[in-house]
Every structure is written in structure tokens, then in C-alpha cells.
């Protein structure tokens, strides 16, 4: 009887643990044996210790100059600003009947739906750089511009349209999550907050509400970061080319992409994406810190 | 009743006090579905109107030339339409039934077994949520290179099934049924299958819907599997022909209409498989935090 009962273990979790040790933690490990060569793909890889980190470090000046403060700035506006806005928009839609609460929620979730190329044709619309952008008619007809501006070749504007896309369509998974954390906060609770003093809304999302659902805030911290880090390619879909024009665009996961299948350095390539994959985890252990109750 | 002040979370009817949340909210609607409306405005725009200066966001006469044109472009290819469209729905359908069962016995395992290092097995699916997957792109790539599974038709599916955060999903939400009702079907004499698949799966079908429709975007929105590991044309998704499609027209004026065309194909499937299953969606969250 014990033994059966051991053997369908093995049976329920192999399926999933294969699937996982093949295509994601296998490439993982491998990302940072690569890591550690040059590998162009042709050849073997050959052992060079440490020389693709200190080249990053030392000698790529779009990485210094570009891909690291890039990818800063990005992550920082998108991250922070994405999850608190989620945050405040499931706590506004839980003030508000189930109904007209689901078709809210239904348009802010939709952008998240639509990420990818497909997409990024209507921001390329709207940003057009002739007069048949949206953009530049509705700017021309303000008298705001005299002659039409390219948005998206311009090295002072691809930034903060990636992070204008990118907080569209950021209400994803974690807003959700968000959403239902704070809609089953027991409302005893509030009572109980009012007995004891609070005063108004913003102390009682202080003291009640973020308190009560600190793990979906952690689900949702940690969703926003991967978010953050990830939709940065925005910026090639957007212009339409690798690197972007002046590298004023150009993020971690561009730069990974231009190394490891426009130049196949892999090798390099793999050490870009284990300082990203760093980069993620101690951002993640910083939010953990925040949000996990010391017990 | 009169010294409670407190939030009405989850009000059951509508109030004058709650005409300020629906300012806030009004505005924000409108800039997150302009652009939606616009795909659906531009996709049955004839040419004239894509033309047309000043831009108009409303279509005034709709047509479907936008989507024969699509067809049309297809066929050049050599691969007829639909070819694309089976390969996708395929693909698409495998990728949600096995996620889905992959994630609810793995869950089941790991919420209600005691074995060694179950906790650190799930320490370590917790810990990949952050595997972002342009950082495991090339590797895994290569992996799939060496292993000759290019141009495999399942590399449509398998490298897209085991989701780390399907698996978070369901596990948070096993962890709610209570062991007594197992250890009750033990006793009745059900074996471990039978539990899994008449008390398990019953009780989380939330958490399995919410798995289905991750699972259902990731494979259905991306056209990455088939660029990256299938040659052959016949093998390749609609999400692929329609980037294809997007890039190299997306940038001429006649080209936005098949383009806006194209997004609403690949978005209107998952508008309404959300729309369908949003109630349970919002059932799992409840359960995703992180403990």
C-alpha cells in the first residue's frame, strides 16, 4: 500500500519536472557554463574563465553607456510605477459594484493580451512619423509642432514611448491577483480598524488593506519586476530595428538578442543573460524582504 | 451601523459615493481601449480611408478587404491559409491540455504528499517565475539544436507546457481542500489517480481555467517557436505568418489595414476565452499570493 502510493508520486510530478529540468532549468545552467566560453556555434566552446563578464564590464561601451542605464531607467519607471498603479486601480475597483467592476477590469486586462508585434503596429500608427500619425495631426493642429516629428527614430523620445506602451499593457496577471486579494480582505477587519482609530481611506490601506493581502502583493511585485525586465524589447518591435537607432532604446534583452542570433557570440550572449537573470533576483529578494511576514 | 464609516469593499449597489472612483476610472478606461478600438476600427477600413488625410480613428464604411488581402498574401507563400491556422489551433489546443494536466497532478503532488525536498522542489518553481524568457532563449535554443528536435512539430508545444507559474497557480489552490477529505476517499478506497482526477480536479477547475487561458496566450500570441525552431513552412503558426505579415508590410499605409487585421484575428480569441472564464480567473487569484 505505502509503495503504490510512492510510485504515483513519481508518475505525477515526472511529467512536469522533465518539461522544467529540459527547457528551463537546463537552459539556465547552461546560460551560465556558457558563460563562461566563447562559443560562436560553430566551433567548441573554449573555456576563457571570466573574459565575457570583464568585457561587458570593461570594454562594451554600448552596455556601460546605453543597455545598463537603458534598462535602468526602464525597469525602474515601468516596475514601480506599473505595480502601484495596479494596486490602486484593484483597490478603486473594489469600491465599486461586480458588475460595472468586471467590465472595468476586462479593458484594463485586455492590453495584456495583445503584447507582441501585432500590437505594436497601432503604436506605430499612432506615433507615425509622417502627418498621417495620430500624433503628429492632432499636434500639428495645435500649432504645437510646425513640421512632423518622428517619435520613434528620435533618440529623446523611443524612452518614454516604450514606457507609455509598456504601462498599457502592464495590468496583467498581478493586477488580478491584486484585484481579488483586496476583494477578499474580510471586511470585519475594516470594522475592527475603525473601532481602533483609523481615520480615513489612505490609513486604512496602510494599516488594513496592504497588510492583509501581502501575499498577492508579493505575487504581484514579483510579476511586475519580470515584467519590467522583460517587455524592454519593446523598443526594437517599435522601430523595427537592432540595435535601435543610437542604442536610445536598447535594453538587456535587445542586447541579448543582438549578440547571441545577429552575431552568435553565445558565450557573451549567455553572460548578458545571467547578469539580467541576477539583476531580477536581487530586485525579487528586495520586494521579498518588503512584503514576506518574518514568522 | 450609523459609527461605521468604513469602506464598503465589494458594495452590492451602486452609490453617490462611489462617483469619484468612477472618475478616476473613466479616463483610464478610455486610454487603454483607444487603442483596442482602433484595431477594430482600422481592420475594416477600406483603402481609400487608410489614405485619407486627416487620419479618421472611425472606420465609415467597412469592409472585410483586409482579411481577404490577408488570404491573400498567405497564398503567395505557397502554403495555403488554413494550413497556418491548423497548425496554430493544434498546437494551441496540446499546449492547454497538457499544461493543464501536468500542472494539476505536479500541484496535487506537491500540496498534498510528504516526500523529501518537496519544499525545495517547490522553492525552486517559485524562484523560476523570474526566469525571464529572453535570458533562457538561446540556451534553450541550443539545447533543442543539440538534441535534433528542430524543426520538430513539437517544439510548438513542449518547450510552452511546463509553466512555472501555472504550477504556483494550482499548487496555492490544492493547498485549500482539506486533507480530511483525501484522507476520507483513501479510506473509501479510491487510489491516488482516482483522487486526483474526481476530487482534485473538481475543486480547482478556477485554478485549471486560469492555467488554460496563460497557456492558451503563450502559445497562441507567439510567434518565437516557430521562428526560432521550425524551418519548414507547413509547420509553422498563424502567429508567425501574421509577424511576418506585419513586418513587412506594417510600415507602408495599405499595409496597417492587414496589419490591424491580423492583430484582431490573433486578439479576438483570447478576448473571448477571458470573457468566458473571467469569473473563475478571479476565483484563483484570490490564492496566488506568495507565502
Known sequence: MKRKSDSSIYVMLGPYIILFLFFIALPVLLAIILSFTYFNTVQTPKFTGLSNYISILTQDDVFMKNVLPNTIKFSLIVGPFGYVLQFLLAWVLAQIPKKPRTIFALIFYSPSMTIGVTMVVMWKVIFSGDQFGYLNYIFLNLGLIDKPVQWLQSPQYIMPIMIIVSLWSSMGIGFLAMLAGVLNIDPELYEAGYIDGIKNRFQEIVYITIPSMKPQMLFGAVMAIVNAFSTGQIGVDLTGANPTPQNAGQTMVNHIEDYGFLRYDMGYAAALSVILLLMIYVVSQIANKLFVEKD | ?291
Open chain 2, 1 to 291: 451601523m450609523s459609527s461605521y464609516q468604513g469602506t464598503k469593499i465589494n458594495p452590492t449597489k451602486f452609490d453617490k459615493s462611489q462617483l469619484k472612483f468612477y472618475f478616476i476610472l473613466m479616463p483610464l478606461a478610455v486610454f487603454m481601449l483607444l487603442p483596442i478600438i482602433y484595431i477594430f476600427s482600422t481592420a475594416f477600413k477600406p483603402l481609400n480611408e487608410l489614405f485619407a488625410y486627416p487620419p479618421r480613428f472611425f472606420v465609415r464604411r467597412p469592409t472585410m478587404d483586409n482579411f481577404k488581402d490577408i488570404i491573400g498574401f498567405m497564398s503567395q507563400s505557397g502554403v495555403p491559409f488554413s494550413r497556418y491556422v491548423i497548425n496554430s489551433l493544434v498546437s494551441s489546443v496540446l499546449v492547454v491540455i497538457i499544461s493543464v494536466l501536468i500542472c494539476v497532478s505536479a500541484g496535487y503532488v506537491l500540496s498534498k504528499k510528504k516526500f523529501r525536498g518537496k519544499k525545495t522542489l517547490f522553492a525552486i518553481n517559485t524562484v523560476s517565475l523570474m526566469f525571464v524568457p529572453a535570458a533562457v532563449k538561446i540556451p534553450r535554443y541550443l539545447l533543442i539544436e543539440k538534441a535534433g528536435l528542430l524543426n520538430n512539430f513539437l517544439m510548438l508545444v513542449l518547450p510552452l507546457v511546463a509553466m512555472p507559474v501555472g504550477l504556483f497557480l494550482v499548487k496555492q489552490f490544492i493547498d485549500q481542500i482539506p486533507d480530511s477529505l483525501i484522507e476520507a476517499a483513501k479510506i473509501d478506497g479510491a487510489n491516488e489517480y482516482v483522487i486526483l482526477w474526481k476530487i482534485v480536479v473538481p475543486m480547482v477547475m478556477p485554478a485549471l481555467m486560469t492555467v488554460a487561458i496563460l497557456a492558451f496566450q503563450n502559445s497562441w500570441n507567439t510567434p518565437e517557436p516557430s521562428t526560432l525552431y521550425i524551418n519548414d513552412d507547413t509547420l509553422k503558426t498563424f502567429a508567425f505568418y501574421m509577424s511576418a505579415l506585419t513586418s513587412q508590410t506594417g510600415n507602408t499605409v495599405a499595409g496597417q489595414g492587414m496589419s490591424a487585421a491580423a492583430a484582431l484575428i490573433l486578439f479576438v480569441p483570447n478576448l473571448v476565452i477571458f470573457i468566458m472564464m473571467q469569473n473563475k480567473v478571479l476565483n484563483t487569484m484570490a490564492y496566488s499570493g506568495i507565502k
